[in-house]
């Protein structure tokens, strides 16, 4: 059975960065798409990136767009999203997420594709 356990969250200043692991047990990563979602209070769920297993290609949502880069690291069984210039509306619970599927588009990020999921880590951008 698939784990994922996300971390890296915390309080950051606007303007700050911070780098969020999504740590996978129980099986390799390395023939999934993995997906990051986040959700503020009161708000939908929202995809801001996924990236596919085959050659790594990413996709990002337009809120994140140039802010934020997706890596994985399949010898780790771990991927990870960087997100710099952080400002108060990326304050969310961020997820991630994996599917065992290809795909070669945004629609790879719908987030009601996703079978596996984390708890999730609280990101908070204050100041």
């Known amino acids: 059975q698939l784990q994922l356990v996300e971390s890296g969250g915390g309080l950051v200043q606007p303007g700050g960065s911070l780098r969020l692991s999504c740590a996978a047990s129980?099986?390799?990563?390395?023939?999934?798409?993995i997906g990051w979602f986040r959700q503020a209070p009161g708000q939908e769920r929202e995809a801001i990136s996924c990236i596919n297993y085959k050659d790594g290609t990413t996709y990002f949502a337009d809120s994140v767009k140039g802010r934020a880069t997706v890596s994985r690291d399949n010898a780790k069984n771990a991927v990870y999203l960087q997100l710099n210039g952080l400002k108060p509306e990326d304050t969310a619970v961020y997820y991630c997420?994996?599917?065992?599927?290809?795909?070669?588009?945004?629609?790879?990020?719908?987030?009601?594709?996703?079978?596996?999921w984390g708890r999730g880590t609280q990101v908070t951008v204050s100041s």
């Open positions: 997420a994996a599917l065992r599927a290809y795909g070669n588009s945004w629609h790879l990020c719908a987030w009601r594709l996703y079978d596996y």
């Open positions: 129980g099986v390799t990563l390395d023939s999934y798409a």
